[in-house]
């Protein structure tokens, strides 16, 4: 029997739906709009369709949007600056910029320099130590929208086998972490890995972030298992015309759809929670601010 397809942009649109009623509500009682600033420095394509993306889902669920947009050679110390106004400023809270960053910039310079209570994107070293050491923390937002996914199709995690497949600090690393806080047992895998079909043959859940097209076959996927993948990948698609290119994941779907119990398609599975998530993140961190009760 075919896999359930787990539709992320459904679940998506419910975790939007409940940002914007808490905002609704923080708002009336309280008078607060809580804000999230998205800092893009420099032309790259897909970064330009995430940040408008941001910018029309922050406003949608009645936080503010503030968008910076710099010029690819702008200064580091002109950025730092722009982060030290964006950290002072009562009406931001939640600070984002987006990766990856011109290579004159020093990305962890710059991801640490944002207050670590407006980190929404949690990547801050503060962040990623407290989500490693089971403190409270900000999250970061794709790994958050897959775990969302799988509590909701399996509900207690505890025992499982999870593989994850990337070891990357905004994707794989986190994404370990939160798998192990839920008691699965977490395995790692990366282009070093021995014997890589017999490691993912063993998952009960196997998340891929490789940024490999459809690299995972059907034949490594445990019958039954539960398959996110977060790959984002552009393939050309001669079937839609010249020069014309489509999404596909980490994962083969066609022959991963027969074997698994569920998987997220690409695109419609991961990619919109991760903005979802980046909301949530926001409405958290303004709550957290105000020392109002954390929204569940
Ligand atoms: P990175 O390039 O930072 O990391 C890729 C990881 O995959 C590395 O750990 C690398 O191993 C591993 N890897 C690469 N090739 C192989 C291989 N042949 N066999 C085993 N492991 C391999 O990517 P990201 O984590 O940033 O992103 C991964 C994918 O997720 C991309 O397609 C990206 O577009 C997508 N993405 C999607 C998001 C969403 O919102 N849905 C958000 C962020 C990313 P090693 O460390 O040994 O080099």
Known sequence: MPAEIIDGKAFAETVRARVAGHVTQLRAEQGLTPGLAVVLVGEDPASQVYVRN?????????????????????????LLGLIGELNSDPAVHGILVQLPLPAH?????????????????????????????????????????????????????????????????????PMASLLLRDSCTVTVAHSRTRDLPDVCRNADILVAAVGRPR????????????????????????????GKTR????????SAVEVA???????GGVGPMTIACLLANTLTACCRANGLPEPE
């Open 54 to 78: 941001k910018g029309i889902q922050t406003k949608e669920s009645g936080m503010a949007s503030f968008e910076h947009r710099l010029p690819a050679e702008t200064p580091e110390a002109a």
């Open 105 to 173: 910039l020093n990305a962890d310079l710059v991801i640490n320099a944002i207050a670590p209570e407006k980190d929404v994107d949690g990547f801050h070293i503060l962040n990623v130590g407290r989500l490693n050491t089971g403190q409270k923390s900000m999250v970061p937002c794709t790994p958050l929208g897959c775990l969302m996914l799988l509590r909701d199709r399996l509900g207690d995690l505890s025992g499982l086998n999870a593989v994850v497949l990337g070891r990357s600090n905004i994707v794989g690393k």
């Open 247 to 254: 999404l596909v994941g980490d994962v083969d779907f066609d």
């Open 215 to 242: 690299m995972v076959p059907g034949d490594w996927i445990k019958p039954g298992a539960t398959v996110i993948d977060v790959g984002i990948n552009r393939v050309p698609a001669p079937e839609k015309g010249e």
């Open 261 to 267: 119990g569920a998987i997220t398609p690409v695109p």
